[in-house]
């Protein structure tokens, strides 16, 4: 009877996980396809974008201009005193 019992469990579980990993598989198949298109979709905009990168790159576009002075220049930190307690 127990046996009976344990292998039956056994089967049944054998079962259900035959049948959850069947579909995860197929989850993983969909997500699999999305994941392709998306980075189908990647390597086309990164085509586009080398394109106009050297297209960019292959204007010359004189020296750089001089940064303006900075008004708002930070002042430089001041040296604190510390204060020793005495004994």
């Known amino acids: 009877m127990t046996r009976t019992v ?3 469990v056994l089967a049944g579980g054998t079962l259900v996980l035959g049948l959850l990993t ?3 598989q197929a989850e993983n198949r969909e997500r699999g396809a999305r994941l392709n298109e998306q980075m189908e979709a990647a ?3 990164e085509g586009v974008t080398r394109d106009t990168a050297a297209a960019v790159l ?3 576009w004189g020296p750089l201009p001089v940064p ?3 008004v708002h220049t930070p002042a ?3 040296a604190h005193k510390r204060k020793v307690a005495k004994l």
């Open 76 to 78: 430089a930190p001041r």
């Open 58 to 60: 292959g204007l010359d």
């Open 6 to 8: 344990l292998c039956g």
């Open 43 to 45: 390597r086309m905009l």
């Open 22 to 24: 069947a579909l995860v």
């Open 68 to 70: 303006a002075p900075n």
